[in-house]
């Protein structure tokens, strides 16, 4: 692993962050905001790590989706109580506040969509 920037992982990270942002508050279907935003958010943390990192891609996308699913479980025991930010809608919305098996499905298909970058 070495330290480095990209630019076109810079550029990559703002796109979708930006359409992330657009998601959240515009889209309120059952489809697109709960699935689409956390396929998304895999590959939005993939490529901000990517800005700053050069490493095996596939690990990296590894290293990802078990983070994503380490956050997921702690949903599962509602960790952002323990935390006390169930009233701090942001920290809620980021965090998340509930565990859903499609969740990590759509985490499997993000990591998926970060093996197609090369290193």
């Not at 509602?78 to 499905?105: A, E, R």
Request: proline share 2%; net charge positive.
């Amino acid at each position: 692993m070495k330290l480095t920037f990209n630019l076109k992982f810079l550029l990559i990270f703002l796109a979708i962050f930006i359409v992330e942002i657009l998601i959240a508050k515009y889209l309120h279907d059952p489809y697109i905001r709960p699935f689409g935003g956390d396929v998304l958010v895999v590959v939005l943390m993939y490529a901000f790590l990517r800005i700053f990192l050069k490493t095996n891609n596939k690990m990296l996308a590894f290293g990802v989706l078990m983070f994503s699913f380490l956050i997921e479980a702690l949903q599962a025991v509602h960790y952002v109580n323990w935390l006390g930010l169930q009233d701090n809608k942001f920290w809620s919305i980021v965090l998340g506040t509930y565990f859903s098996v499609y969740d990590l499905l759509a985490y499997f298909v993000g990591y998926l969509l970060c093996l197609l970058f090369k290193d």
